[in-house]
């Protein structure tokens, strides 16, 4: 069966939307994990504001701190599947469906986590987080939770300026807000910044240009996406091994 039009996943799942393919609804949960028989993987994901180009490097949606870190919430109780902030925040219905919600403070019980089913609109007020996942201990004391969204909802190209983590390469040019599949592990085509030597780890390319990937150093050593198959000459597309996951 061609990858074009099918892909397989573990255990074998033959999935609706190639990877050489967009959709401007979604044909599968965003985040979806799938591999092919030759090992590569890739993630499903929706386009932010602007489309997919091949061979760039993409992030997740850039950290919001305001509204999603440090959160005041009403104690929740073992078994609640909703909690409801005491901070006021500024959110769109649903924008951390299918992210994920921990507890970063509280005198007892901190760092669990629980994936998040939605959230109630917010404009400067609070909102009521629902969990796909159960609390599973009641915390004591002052409880604070950061909450992430989904990062593969409103992927963006890698900036050059890091404002969250790398999420996969695109291999097609999915359209602007429309659905299709990014890269994340196995060998594919990246933009190389500065000259790459095979074997060479490399990492989100920061600072240089956007998109593309750098040769790893000391001063470099965050980001990490995997590792040169060839040598690959600056401003080059080649083939990089990704271990992004």
Known sequence: MSNQSALIGTPAV???????????????????????????????????????VPGKLYQAPAEDTTNYQALTVTTPTAGDTSVVTTTTVTLAVNVLAGGFMTITSATTNAGQIMRIAGNTVAAAAVTTITLDDPVPYTPTGTVVIDVHPNPYNGVIVAPTTETSSPVGVALYKVTTLYHGWLQVAGPTSVLAVGTITVGDDVVVAGATAAGGVSVASASTLSGTVGYALTGIADTAYGLVHLTIG
């Open 14 to 52: 033959v999935v609706a939307q190639g990877i050489y393919s967009e959709s401007k609804t979604a044909l599968h949960d965003i985040g979806t994990l799938v591999h092919t028989s030759d090992g590569r993987a890739f993630r499903y994901c929706k386009v932010g504001g602007t489309a997919l």
